[in-house]
């Protein structure tokens, strides 16, 4: 993980790399292909998932996640502004429902990059107004990367 040393920065953006091993190509399906996102995409168990996406530029996507045990519902939204399969996804990202709906629109980019046999995914998501929110994002995101690593390797 990784975060911005320039102080106007911080709380703008938030950098996280993982390494899979896998082919750019299945990690890209994963997060472009709704039923394997909605298999993984969670920052825990504990969800049910559903999605929806078109990814092609100025295509939608819609991510619910219902907590089974509280119920409760946490909905992002947002739009593709450039995909390249299988290199990059820059889309926009905002929560619909939940306890950041209404926030501002943010920016989420992923980046695939191969390493030999593996694939090194850069997720950036930045316009964050707060250090707070992006740190929230940060666990979340985090969770959401763990569950991706054990899909891949079921």
Same mark, same amino acid.
């Given at each position: 993980?990784?975060?911005?040393?320039?102080?106007?920065?911080?709380?703008?953006?938030?950098?996280?790399?993982?390494?899979?091993?896998?082919?750019?190509?299945?990690?890209? +399906?994963?997060?472009?292909? &709704?039923?394997? @996102?909605? *298999?993984?995409?969670?920052?825990?168990? !504990?969800? /049910?998932?559903?999605?929806?996406?078109?990814?092609?530029?100025?295509?939608?996507?819609?991510?619910?996640?219902?907590?089974?045990?509280?119920?409760?519902?946490?909905?992002?939204?947002?739009?593709?502004?450039?995909?390249?399969?299988?290199?990059?996804?820059?889309?926009?990202?905002?929560?619909?429902?939940? +306890?950041?709906?209404?926030? &501002?629109?943010? @920016?989420? *980019?992923?980046?695939?990059?191969?390493? !030999?046999? /593996?694939?090194?995914?850069?997720?950036?998501?930045?316009?964050?107004?707060?250090?707070?929110?992006?740190?929230?994002?940060?666990?979340?995101?985090?969770?959401?990367?763990?569950?991706?690593?054990?899909?891949?390797?079921?």
């Amino acid at each position: 993980m990784t975060v911005p040393a320039d102080p106007e920065q911080a709380s703008e953006r938030l950098v996280l790399e993982r390494t899979f091993a896998a082919p750019p190509e299945r990690i890209f +399906d994963a997060w472009t292909k &709704p039923d394997i @996102l909605q *298999s993984w995409f969670a920052p825990g168990d !504990g969800f /049910d998932v559903t999605a929806e996406a078109d990814p092609a530029p100025g295509g939608r996507f819609r991510i619910a996640l219902r907590h089974r045990e509280s119920g409760a519902e946490h909905i992002a939204v947002g739009a593709y502004e450039e995909v390249d399969r299988p290199r990059r996804i820059v889309c926009t990202w905002q929560w619909e429902q939940g +306890d950041e709906a209404g926030g &501002p629109e943010t @920016l989420l *980019s992923l980046d695939f990059e191969v390493h !030999g046999a /593996d694939t090194l995914l850069r997720l950036t998501h930045e316009r964050f107004p707060t250090a707070e929110i992006r740190d929230h994002h940060m666990q979340g995101w985090t969770g959401c990367l763990a569950r991706l690593i054990e899909h891949l390797t079921a």
